[in-house]
């Protein structure tokens, strides 16, 4: 806490302090800090003009005076003089300390020095600081005055030199008064996109006295290594290529002739002293002391001769610093890494188009076409530049199209780069000749895998242990170490392209890819054992990790017609989707596989793998519609039977044969059968599916009866998905009632559990539904939270994933915050949006508009714009709902009853809600909501919710009576389309 303050008004603890020559005494005190001043000082300060008759009395007077204003014990006497006995943050001036010296020492010199000149005491470390942030900003002759004048009142007020540090900072200024620069080029145009990096660097230099900047060939290492040598603090910069260097013992020699030290040694009078052979001798005594940074560009050839030399030098030299650019880490202690980062996407673009206009002005650069292309160049500037310099005879479109032979492509750079810039090519290539021969093999193998690689996959390409060697590859920045849920390494695409080359052309490839297929067939079979057991996360977090490897197998067996591979993928892979709620993926990269299982042979040992697909294949095409496609794949299915090992596998097959014979009519007394089972395994999976299919029907009490007793039936051995599904499940059902407190419950139940498991489209609908039910507590605040949580979340985008939650609910939580306009308009935007989307895999469903993410958002918009009084702002989509019902009604589509609720509620509150009320439409309303009540309507959404509209129905005569007990579907279907035939 600040008690005594100075640089404004002279106050203590908040009182302001009397008397001139007190507040010239306690400044005085301030400003000499810990060390105080003498006497004699204290009087010049106080009475600099003319002194008292007696002034070591009247300096006593004005201490005490001091101490009076302030504290006894504030001042305290020396062997010579007096000082100031407080801490650091009780004086304002010496508080700023801690903050001026941060900013310098991270190199923020312009916010630094007016802090740093406030402090303007004798502290060491501070006029180190105010002398280096005014050489930044001032320039050197300004701090070399700033010196001068320290020295001089050191001198007068102390009769002492300054500290050694400071004297070693003036020799660093004279010398940079007379600054050396060499072997740096200048830029003829802007580094793009290393703003960063530079800070980081900046930081670094100025700490450490070895710093390596690594990365692989083409991210631009050594046009960094110029910039940070122009940028640099040290008055005496080398910079020194060691790209034709071959030797270890070559480097040396190849640095003492760059920095110009020769073997004859010269001293200040002219003489020569003698020959020096040993070029670390001569480069030490042309460094000197004098503060210097050496910058080694290109030394992974000659990494432990550059190691070597530079540990030499920093033990003989007290203030140099080397910085190298490197695909290889020098590998010293006192050394601290700096992994280069590949641009971002956005830098690349910004690079490619500066690139481009200069090549072609007025060429055409679509920014999507642009940041496509760029996100397949890795990141790489030398890459960017290379495909922007093709503007000059290309569109952007074919280079895309061209990059599928990149290397032949990106040749040809800028006549003034080096020659192993010149081609894409040529900078691998670089990092391959350094690679011993088990290396390449590794690389080459490694090209394999798409999507990255665990140390277990690297050992089954590879064909033997492989830490080593990828620590090697590493170490050469030609693998790249990530850490996410899981440690995991890849290949630049560049460096893959090239592996993928150099394996062809060994005759290796047919050997890595059936190293690979075993290696997919092994971890899917291990996987598939443990999807359902307590290992599940586990299991999981291994199949996210590597299922862009299984996927790319999956369509490599496709391809090939392999129906063994394909089985045995995708009898962990379906698993995998459904745990995580990946339904699209399912339908798209699944069930397009069922007419090779349904004929493929595969051997005894896969038939189960076969038996687990199949049934997984059929059972979705059966939700999501397509039966008529299945008939092969049953009749595969039960000439395998429900025989399996695995008793999920074996309830699965069992209720899909079950259901394929059982009639429409049928479907469910056989799954009420199904669900009695003694079978533990086949009765969840029918009491699950019961609950859904009464879900559908209108019928929630059942439903919610049915997931009860499926969630009796979970056990911890079979993980932990089935009981936070039901739990979400649940929280839905319960959601559509209204009961929005036994849906919080169930739904807080669910969390964990889903994001635990990685089940994202799962969980964010869940979570949408929590959102919902702050909105109805009147918790805005939480509604908004959630909200924004799942918005910036990118897969939150799918019709599974709670978009149509998620887009109803921002507009619910506008029109709960009072903001209608927006609410209105964001009902609307949504409507539009989810009518626009396609699905993968439900293009045969043939649905027509009657789709559940149409109809729902459009009937709560209808019904929010009525709610609030703009209805005829509503009329358009009231007209196409009633055209779409009226012909949903009239086909033989099966009817979600909850949806149809919600359509016929939403006609009902356009009715209810003219300017002028009509007995006859009101009378109409109120038959429409009982209707809609016997739908069961889906009162998730506020606007859905009848208690609003039924108070506007209570000015006319005659209550809303509907039935309490579900009704039958034909009697209600036919009511419904009499009832809409009178609108």
Request: proline share 5%; charged share 25%; glycine share 6%.
């Amino acid at each position: 806490m600040v008690r005594l303050r100075v640089l404004d008004e002279v106050t203590w603890d908040g009182s302001a302090v009397p008397g001139e020559r007190t507040h010239a005494l306690l400044r005085a005190l301030v400003d000499a800090g810990a060390r105080g001043l003498r006497e004699q000082s204290l009087i010049e300060e106080i009475w600099p003009e003319e002194q008292p008759a007696n002034p070591t009395k009247a300096l006593q007077v004005v201490v005490s005076r001091a101490r009076s204003a302030t504290a006894p014990d504030a001042i305290e006497r020396t062997a010579a003089g007096y000082r100031l006995a407080l801490d650091g943050s009780e004086v304002d001036a010496w508080s700023l300390r801690p903050d001026a010296l941060r900013l310098a020492a991270e190199g923020r010199y312009a916010e630094a020095l007016p802090l740093l000149r406030e402090l303007d005491g004798t502290d060491d470390e501070a006029v180190e600081a105010r002398l280096r942030a005014t050489a930044a900003v001032e320039g050197t002759p300004a701090a070399l005055d700033a010196f001068e004048a320290y020295r001089e009142q050191l001198s007068d007020r102390l009769g002492i030199d300054p500290a050694p540090r400071l004297q070693q900072l003036h020799q660093e200024l004279l010398a940079r008064d007379a600054p050396v620069r060499a072997g740096l080029r200048f830029d003829a145009d802007e580094m793009i996109g290393r703003e960063a990096d530079v800070a980081a660097l900046s930081a670094l230099v100025r700490t450490h006295r070895v710093v390596s900047i690594v990365g692989a060939g083409g991210l631009g290492k050594t046009r960094l290594g110029h910039l940070m040598g122009r940028l640099a603090e040290e008055p005496v910069v080398h910079f020194v290529e060691l790209v034709s260097v071959t030797s270890d013992s070559g480097v040396p020699v190849e640095v003492a002739d760059a920095l110009g030290a020769r073997e004859a040694v010269a001293t200040r009078r002219g003489q020569i002293t003698g020959q020096r052979s040993d070029p670390i001798s001569r480069l030490v005594d042309l460094i000197g002391t004098v503060p210097t940074l050496l910058i080694l560009d290109n030394c992974e050839q000659v990494v432990d001769g550059v190691a070597d030399l530079v540990s030499a030098l920093l033990a003989r030299t007290p203030a140099l610093t080397v910085l190298t650019t490197t695909r290889i880490p020098l590998g010293l202690a006192a050394e601290r890494t700096y992994l280069l980062p590949e641009l971002s996407v956005q830098d690349a673009a910004r690079l490619f188009c500066e690139r481009a206009q200069a090549a072609r002005p007025g060429a055409v650069l679509d920014p999507e076409r642009v940041t496509a292309l760029v996100a397949r160049l890795d990141g790489l500037p030398l890459a960017v530049e290379l495909a922007a310099a093709k503007v000059r005879v290309m569109s952007v479109p074919e280079i895309e199209r061209r990059l599928e032979n990149r290397f032949a492509l990106l040749r040809g750079g800028a006549r003034d780069a080096p020659e192993r810039h010149q081609t894409l090519l040529a900078v691998i290539d670089w990092s391959w000749n350094l690679l011993e021969e088990s290396e390449r093999i590794a690389l080459r193998r490694l090209s394999v895998f798409r999507d990255g690689f665990s140390l277990d996959g690297a050992s089954a390409v590879i064909g033997y242990e492989s830490l080593d060697v990828i620590t090697a590859l590493i170490e050469q920045s030609l693998v790249v170490v990530s850490e996410g849920e899981t440690l995991r390494y890849r290949l630049l695409e560049t460096v893959r392209e090239f592996g993928r080359m150099q394996l062809v052309d060994a005759g290796d490839d047919a050997e890595a890819g059936a190293r690979l297929r075993c290696w997919e067939m092994a971890l899917c079979s291990e996987a598939r054992a443990q999807l359902f057991s307590r290992d599940q996360v586990a299991a999981m977090a291994r199949l996210r990790a590597e299922e862009g490897n299984l996927v790319e197998g999956l369509r490599r067996a496709s391809d090939t017609s392999d129906a063994e591979a394909v089985a045995t993928l995708l009898s962990a892979l379906i698993a995998f989707w459904s745990v995580e709620g990946s339904h699209l993926k399912v339908l798209s990269l699944a069930v397009p596989a069922l007419p090779l299982l349904a004929e493929g042979e595969v051997s005894p040992e896969a038939e189960d793998n076969l038996r687990a697909a199949l049934a997984s294949i059929l059972f979705t095409r059966r939700i999501f519609g397509g039966a008529s496609s299945m008939t092969a794949g049953l009749e595969r299915l039960r000439t395998l039977g429900p025989a399996s090992p695995d008793p999920r596998t074996r309830a699965l097959v069992t209720g899909i044969l079950a259901l394929s014979d059982a009639p429409e009519e049928a479907v469910s007394g056989v799954l009420d059968e199904l669900a009695a089972s003694d079978d533990r395994h086949l009765a969840q999976w029918a009491s699950i599916l019961a609950s859904q299919a009464a879900e559908n029907f209108g019928e929630l009490a059942r439903a919610v009866t049915m997931a009860e007793r499926a969630l009796t039936l979970c056990d911890p051995d079979d993980g932990p998905w089935y009981e936070g599904l039901l739990h979400a499940h649940l929280a839905g059902l319960q959601l559509q009632q209204g009961e929005r407190s036994k849906a919080k419950g169930y739904a807080l139940a669910a969390v964990p559990v889903m994001a635990d498991l990685g089940a994202t489209e799962d969980l964010m609908q869940t979570q949408a539904a929590l959102a919902l039910i702050a909105i109805s507590e009147d918790d805005i605040a939480e509604a908004e939270r959630i909200f924004d949580v799942l918005a910036g979340d990118e897969r939150s985008g799918s019709v599974f994933g709670g978009i149509i939650s998620q887009l109803c609910g921002r507009a619910e939580l506008l029109l709960a915050q009072g903001r209608v306009d927006e609410g209105l308009a964001a009902y609307r935007a949504a409507t539009a949006r989810l009518a626009s989307l396609l699905i993968p895999g439900l293009e045969d469903l043939e649905l027509d508009g009657f789709e559940p993410w149409i109809l729902f958002p459009r009937t709560a918009s209808i019904a929010a714009h009525c709610r609030f009084g703009r209805r005829d702002e509503a009329t358009p989509d009231r007209e196409v709902l009633l055209s779409d019902l009226i012909e949903l009604l009239d086909s033989d589509v099966t009817l979600d009853h909850p949806l149809t609720g919600c359509a016929l509620f939403a006609l009902a509150a356009w009715e209810a809600t003219g300017d002028e009320v009509d007995p006859d439409r009101m009378e109409l309303a109120r038959r429409l909501i009982a209707l809609a009540c016997g739908f069961s309507i889906n009162q998730m959404l506020p606007s859905h919710d009848p208690a609003w509209l039924l108070p506007k129905l209570a000015t006319m005569a005659g209550p809303v009576v509907y039935a309490t007990e579900p009704r039958p579907a034909p009697e209600l279907r036919d009511e419904a389309r009499a009832l809409l035939a009178s609108l």
